[in-house]
C-alpha cells in the first residue's frame, strides 16, 4: 500500500477547500447563535469530503478486469445519513417548527463537502455564495415583501378584573384573525398594581396586522400591545 500516490497532492486541495466553505457556512450559523453553528457544519462538509474522496480514488488499487465499482454509492449514503443528522435540529413547541433553516444548510455543507470531494471546485464555491446570499440578502429581502400570515408573537398587558383577555380574543375572531394563547405571566410594578402579560401567536388573519393592533389596544383594560416576529431558522 503506498501512503503517496499520485492523486493525493489533489486530494488534500479538494479536502482542505472542503474545511474552509463549510468553515464559511458554520460562521454564519454561528453568529446567530444557532445549535449546529461553525464546528459542526465545518464537520459535516469535512466528513461529506472526505466519504467521496474514498469513494472516487479509495479503491483505486483494488479495480480490475473482474471488479467494478460504483463511485455513486457511497455518495448516495451521505445523501440518505445526513438527512438524521439535520433532523436532530428541527424543533416543534406550541406548533411553531425551528432549526428548518439550520438543517437546510447542514444539507448544502454536505452537498458543498461531496461537490469538493468529487473534483468540482467551482460548484462548491459556487454553492457556498448562493447559500450567503439566500441566507443573508433574501432573508433580509423577504422581510420586507408585505404579507397577511407572518409568525407573529403578540403580547399584550391588561389590568386584572375587566375580562380583558377574553375580550380581545373575541374582537379578533371577529375580524377573522386565529390566535392563539401560549402563556401568561404577572408583571410587578413599583408601587403600582401589577399587570398581566399574554402571549399570543398569529395563526392566520385576513387584513394587516396593524388592524389587529389598532382593535385590541381599545379594549377596555389592555394597557400595551406589542408585535414581535419569531425567528424560526
Same mark, same amino acid.
Request: positive net charge; aromatic residues 4%; contains cysteine.
Given at each position: 500500500?503506498?501512503?503517496?500516490?499520485?492523486?493525493?497532492?489533489?486530494?488534500?486541495?479538494?479536502?482542505?477547500?472542503?474545511?474552509?466553505?463549510?468553515?464559511?457556512?458554520?460562521?454564519?450559523?454561528?453568529?446567530?447563535?444557532?445549535?449546529?453553528?461553525?464546528?459542526?457544519?465545518?464537520?459535516?462538509?469535512?466528513? @461529506? &469530503?472526505?466519504?467521496?474522496?474514498?469513494? #472516487?480514488? %479509495?479503491? !483505486?488499487?483494488?479495480? *480490475?478486469?473482474? $471488479? /467494478?465499482?460504483?463511485?455513486?454509492?457511497?455518495?448516495?449514503?451521505?445523501?440518505?445519513?445526513?438527512?438524521?443528522?439535520?433532523?436532530?435540529?428541527?424543533?416543534?413547541?406550541?406548533?411553531?417548527?425551528?432549526?428548518?433553516?439550520? @438543517? &437546510?444548510?447542514?444539507?448544502?455543507?454536505? #452537498?458543498? %463537502?461531496? !461537490?469538493?470531494?468529487? *473534483?468540482?471546485? $467551482? /460548484?462548491?464555491?459556487?454553492?457556498?455564495?448562493?447559500?450567503?446570499?439566500?441566507?443573508?440578502?433574501?432573508?433580509?429581502?423577504?422581510?420586507?415583501?408585505?404579507?397577511?400570515?407572518?409568525?407573529?408573537?403578540?403580547?399584550?398587558?391588561?389590568?386584572?378584573?375587566?375580562?380583558?383577555?377574553?375580550?380581545?380574543?373575541?374582537?379578533?375572531?371577529?375580524?377573522?384573525?386565529?390566535?392563539?394563547?401560549?402563556?401568561?405571566?404577572?408583571?410587578?410594578?413599583?408601587?403600582?398594581?401589577?399587570?398581566?402579560?399574554?402571549?399570543?401567536?398569529?395563526?392566520?388573519?385576513?387584513?394587516?396586522?396593524?388592524?389587529?393592533?389598532?382593535?385590541?389596544?381599545?379594549?377596555?383594560?389592555?394597557?400595551?400591545?406589542?408585535?414581535?416576529?419569531?425567528?424560526?431558522?
Amino acid at each position: 500500500m503506498e501512503l503517496f500516490t499520485a492523486t493525493t497532492p489533489t486530494e488534500l486541495l479538494l479536502l482542505l477547500l472542503a474545511f474552509v466553505l463549510s468553515a464559511i457556512i458554520g460562521i454564519e450559523r454561528e453568529r446567530r447563535l444557532k445549535s449546529a453553528g461553525l464546528r459542526t457544519h465545518t464537520l459535516v462538509g469535512l466528513g @461529506a &469530503a472526505v466519504f467521496t474522496l474514498v469513494s #472516487a480514488y %479509495g479503491f !483505486a488499487g483494488v479495480i *480490475g478486469a473482474d $471488479v /467494478v465499482l460504483d463511485p455513486s454509492r457511497i455518495a448516495a449514503q451521505i445523501v440518505s445519513g445526513i438527512g438524521f443528522l439535520g433532523a436532530g435540529v428541527i424543533f416543534v413547541r406550541q406548533n411553531v417548527v425551528t432549526g428548518l433553516t439550520t @438543517a &437546510a444548510s447542514i444539507w448544502v455543507t454536505a #452537498a458543498v %463537502g461531496m !461537490a469538493c470531494g468529487a *473534483g468540482m471546485p $467551482v /460548484v462548491a464555491i459556487s454553492a457556498t455564495l448562493l447559500h450567503l446570499i439566500t441566507v443573508i440578502i433574501l432573508t433580509f429581502l423577504g422581510r420586507k415583501i408585505p404579507t397577511i400570515n407572518r409568525n407573529q408573537v403578540l403580547t399584550i398587558q391588561y389590568k386584572e378584573g375587566h375580562g380583558s383577555l377574553r375580550m380581545a380574543l373575541t374582537r379578533a375572531a371577529e375580524l377573522g384573525f386565529e390566535l392563539t394563547l401560549t402563556g401568561t405571566r404577572q408583571v410587578e410594578r413599583a408601587g403600582k398594581q401589577p399587570r398581566v402579560e399574554a402571549s399570543m401567536r398569529l395563526q392566520r388573519g385576513p387584513r394587516p396586522l396593524d388592524t389587529l393592533v389598532d382593535v385590541l389596544s381599545g379594549v377596555k383594560g389592555v394597557t400595551a400591545v406589542q408585535v414581535a416576529k419569531e425567528d424560526n431558522d
